[in-house]
Nanobody, 126 residues
Framework: QVQLVESGGGLVQAGGSLRLSCAASGGTFINYAMGWFRQAPGKEREFVAAVTWSGGHTYYEDSVKGRFTISRDNAKNTVYLQMNSLKPEDTADYYC???????????????????WGQGTQVTVSS
């Protein structure tokens, strides 16, 4: 059983930056692809970014490309999401997730992921 704990959320003005962290425990971190998703009030959970087990491949939702960067430190069992040039529409609860198996096509899907964190809130003011 993998436990995921997110941190780093908060209130920031538009144009600002935040760095989210997700610490994993209870499993072999390197065995998992890792993803970040977000869910705004009244909306479905959506894919934001993902990284393969080695960190060699990353994937981004179109609206965050060039602004967000996902990375992982397998020695620290932690995945990060650096968010720059934040916009009010980035406001949401952000969730970290771990997937045992993921392909190029499925790594963006909520249903691919086996374990989820509790979420961290990000609010971007205009």
């Amino acid at each position: 059983q993998v436990q995921l704990v997110e941190s780093g959320g908060g209130l920031v003005q538009a144009g600002g930056s935040l760095r989210l962290s997700c610490a994993a425990s209870g499993g072999t971190f390197i065995n998992y692809a890792m993803g970040w998703f977000r869910q705004a009030p009244g909306k479905e959970r959506e894919f934001v970014a993902a990284v393969t087990w080695s960190g060699g491949h990353t994937y981004y939702e179109d609206s965050v490309k060039g602004r967000f960067t996902i990375s992982r430190d397998n020695a620290k069992n932690t995945v990060y999401l650096q968010m720059n040039s934040l916009k009010p529409e980035d406001t949401a609860d952000y969730y970290c997730a771990a997937a045992r198996t993921a392909s190029y096509h499925t790594i963006v899907l909520v249903t691919t992921y086996n374990y989820w964190g509790q979420g961290t809130q990000v609010t971007v003011s205009s």
